[in-house]
């Protein structure tokens, strides 16, 4: 079964301080797809990245940077510097194929809902 | 994204009445998702569609929930008779299609369902 946890509920922290969030994710096969997805109080879902099981490559954009390693089945998402508009609540999913290739779902964690102070 | 025009935006039905979810995807997208998401929680996997098909509805509660993406026109996500615990978000994702590689899907806004 494909299964993925946020185990931080919730995080607080003041502007400016670098905030990582983890995502453990469980799944058998051995082609997929991670993400991570923002979602602000207004309530709509922000794409904020995609990587695929065989690029174990880490990510920077900007403040944001991801840590994909596969041997602790791990996704975890920094934000370096944050700002009160990170504020939001970050879902981590997993997409995994669905009936003989024939397409794909998505799998969410509970998500991780973060606070920046001023 | 904004492409992917989810209506309406807020919803407030009365027990027992019926509420209807639209989602139009983004152009050249032909494979429409539905999740829920309950307050508080995370997105629950509802039911995967292509035109006219409906390709996985596990997620789908088995009564009153019905999905359906027709040849034309957005995808439909019918409850009827609803009750209290229907009350959450619903979002319509959309993707081009499957190669079995790299696919990325895009969300609408969502629907805000309230039942009172």
């Known amino acids: 079964a494909q299964k993925v946890t946020q185990a931080q509920t919730e995080i607080s922290v003041v502007e400016k301080e670098d905030v990582t969030l983890d995502c453990v994710y469980e799944?058998?096969?051995?082609?997929?797809?991670l993400f991570w997805y923002k979602q602000p109080p207004s309530g709509e879902l922000v794409f904020l990245i995609r990587?695929?099981?065989?690029?174990?490559q880490n990510e920077i954009s900007g403040r944001y940077s991801w840590n994909f390693q596969k041997s602790t089945s791990s996704f975890n998402f920094t934000i370096t510097a944050s700002q009160v508009v990170d504020s939001a609540v970050y879902f981590c999913?997993?997409?995994?194929?669905?009936?003989?290739?024939?397409?794909?779902?998505?799998?969410f964690g509970p998500g991780t809902r973060l606070s920046v102070l001023p | 994204n904004a492409g992917v025009m989810q209506n309406p935006r807020h919803l407030v039905r009365r027990r027992g009445q019926e509420a209807r979810l639209r989602c139009s995807p983004m152009?050249?997208?032909?494979?429409v998702y539905w999740y829920r998401q309950l307050p508080e929680e995370g997105l629950k996997f509802m039911v995967y569609l292509q035109k006219e098909n409906i390709i996985d509805e596990s997620g789908m509660p088995k009564e009153r929930f019905s999905a359906e993406f027709p040849k034309e026109g957005p995808s439909i996500l019918r409850i009827q008779q609803v009750v209290r615990g229907d009350s959450a978000a619903y979002f319509c994702?959309?993707?081009?299609?499957?190669?079995?590689?790299?696919?990325?899907?895009?969300f609408g806004q969502g629907t805000r369902l309230t039942v009172v």
């Open positions: 999913a997993l997409s995994v194929i669905i009936r003989d290739n024939y397409g794909q779902n998505f799998v």
């Open positions: 799944t058998r096969d051995t082609t997929y797809y």
């Open positions: 994702a959309s993707s081009p299609g499957w190669d079995g590689g790299d696919t990325e899907a895009f």
């Open positions: 990587r695929n099981s065989f690029d174990e």
């Open positions: 152009k050249g997208h032909s494979h």
